[in-house]
């Protein structure tokens, strides 16, 4: 009998209503079992009751073989019970089985032959020397028929002799539970690949090969695991808690179009479950109101949250164009798998990603700090600027002061960021570039410190730099002016990256295109859209200034 079988309600026929202690230790106190002595009783129970398993002392599978009515009754009993019930003769003969235990595979009846004859041969004549209650019963796994798993009990019956008269075998298919076991396993190895991310093993890949490196392995293991081959994966943003797809394989453009959010109402299934932390079935995507289009003909989903520790911080979505094809043995699967992807995302973040917001902390604390006094000097600066009209010389020393202040405030700034990351510095940032000097860049991102920095370093390889806060001001530089490069992010207000970048293409069709863009996001595939139209390069934040100077010293190289 398997450990992973759970056997709530059971009957068990032997004299006495005492239920033996190694029954309550075997299966455990969740176990309800009802004690009766006849066959007669046993018979009854189960008309009125609906029981998963029936024990049976020994001694009453011998009383089939004796003469009188009770014969009867407990073949009628062997007959309708749930489990496989054979007997063999002492030398492993087969001399009865019943309707279940005819069901299974035939060659598990000569296994099991074999297992008697193996194990109790040599034990005849301890047998002999002893009285019949040292007849041990003795348990065996065995597979027979196409990979079908049983758990049998076999149980020497002792003539008063000591002599062995025959066995009899009880047998529990256990193949369900023994392959949800399998599949556990395979899940929880897959599951510790999936999180070997570590930095040896990718290095000298950037962050979208990485999590290009993720995909496949999310692939792999859904299909060869779950059978299953699209999937998206989808992380709520801290700041907006819309749900950004990241990951995804097999779904439709119309998927990466939607503006999901982690809420109950009005977000489809995933932002259900990504605010509930429950996972969803969709047996039928033509009747359920809460689905959103994912896979293009799909029949049915099933939606799993990504956890990590206490956090839910994103959905995993797995989709298939057959109806009703999901249960809820690969909700336990998908649900175990997800929590190894949550972690290999945060594993990848924290490796590759250090999020701007962290690295661009220190500096905003001195900035604070000392903003109080500076804005003081400011203030009193401009009216000393108001109260000296006419007097020239000193109005431009009150002006030369207020630009200072404004020197400190970004100095500080430069000095308290971290070397590395987006504020990275590498060499003398002054030096003029023969291949960038006099080139015209515009630089769009909403976050100010982000185009300001590289705005700077830009100049100082002596180029004319624009800046831009958004979409629209960046796409309005653009109608205005001719530039050589393109430095947008992807997620800006007003207009996206990818808006912008196919505008500069349709107004200069040369303009070279740097796309940036944080860890994952890649809203409706804008990366793969832009690339696939021209785009010379992407840079995942934090990216370092080598690598900034690499891509842009690439994208002015003339093809070959």
């Not at 220190?362 to 007097?391: K, R, S, Y």
């Not at 860049?441 to 624009?466: F, K, N, P, S």
């Amino acid at each position: 009998m398997s450990a992973t079988a759970t056997y709530r309600r059971i009957l068990v026929l032997a004299a006495g209503h005492d239920i033996p202690d190694a029954l309550q230790d075997r299966f455990g106190p969740s176990a309800d079992f009802e004690c009766v002595e006849s066959l007669e009783a046993a018979q009854q129970r189960l008309k009125e009751a609906n029981f998963e398993l029936v024990i049976a002392d020994p001694g009453y599978i011998e009383a089939m073989w004796a003469p009188g009515d009770t014969n009867a009754n407990l073949r009628l009993l062997l007959e309708t019970i749930g489990q496989g019930v054979c007997i063999f003769d002492a030398n492993g003969g087969l001399q009865w089985d019943n309707p279940r235990m005819r069901s299974y595979p035939r060659d598990l009846v000569d296994r099991i032959s074999d297992a008697c004859k193996r194990t109790f041969r040599d034990h005849v004549k301890e047998f002999a020397n002893s009285t019949p209650a040292h007849a041990r019963a003795r348990r065996f796994s065995l597979v027979a028929g196409d990979d079908q798993h049983f758990d049998v009990t076999v149980t020497p019956v002792v003539e008063e002799k000591g002599r062995i008269a025959r066995f009899s075998a009880v047998v529990w298919d256990v193949t369900h539970s023994r392959r949800l076991q399998q599949k556990i396993d395979a899940i929880d190895l897959a599951g510790r690949e999936l999180v070997r991310l570590d930095a040896e093993s990718t290095a000298g890949m950037d962050v979208e090969e990485r999590l290009r490196l993720l995909e496949r392995k999310i692939l792999r293991y859904l299909h060869d695991l779950l059978h299953f081959d699209n999937f998206a994966v989808l992380l709520i943003d801290k700041k907006t808690n819309r749900l950004e797809m990241v990951l995804q394989h097999g779904m439709c453009a119309e998927s990466q179009d939607l503006d999901i959010y982690a809420s109950t109402e009005n977000n489809g299934i995933s932002g259900y479950v990504a605010a509930t932390g429950r996972s969803y079935i969709c047996h039928d995507t033509a009747s359920d109101p809460r689905y959103l289009q994912g896979l293009e003909q799909a029949r049915s989903s099933l939606t799993v949250p990504l956890r990590l520790h206490d956090r839910i911080i994103g959905v995993l979505d797995i989709e298939s164009d057959k109806a009703a094809v999901f249960n809820e043995d690969d909700r336990q699967f998908a649900e175990m798998l997800a929590r190894y992807v949550a972690l290999a995302l945060n594993m990848l973040d924290l490796l590759i990603v250090e999020r701007y917001e962290s690295t661009g902390q220190l500096a905003d604390d001195v900035i604070d700090e000392i903003a109080g006094p500076l804005n003081d000097i400011v203030t009193e600066a401009g009216t000393l600027v108001e109260e000296f009209i006419g007097n020239d010389e000193l109005r431009h020393r009150l002006h030369a002061i207020i630009d200072s202040v404004d020197t400190i405030k970004k100095k500080v700034r430069t000095v308290a960021s971290p070397r590395s990351g987006i504020l990275g510095r590498h060499g003398d940032m002054s030096e003029k570039d023969p291949l960038l000097e006099g080139k015209r860049i515009l630089i769009a991102d909403d976050e100010e410190t982000i185009r300001e920095t590289i705005g700077g370093v830009l100049r100082g390889h002596g180029c004319e730099v624009v800046l831009a806060k958004d979409g629209a001001e960046a796409i309005g530089y653009l109608e205005s002016q001719p530039f050589d490069l393109l430095l947008a992010d992807i997620k800006m207000p007003h207009r996206n990256g990818y808006e912008v970048f196919a505008a500069g293409r349709d107004l200069y069709p040369q303009i070279a295109v740097i796309l940036m863009t944080g860890f994952g996001y890649d809203p409706n595939h804008s990366i793969v859209r832009a690339r696939q139209e021209g785009l010379n390069a992407v840079l995942f934040k934090p990216f370092k200034v080598d690598q900034l100077m690499t891509e842009i010293r690439s994208a002015f190289q003339p093809a070959e």
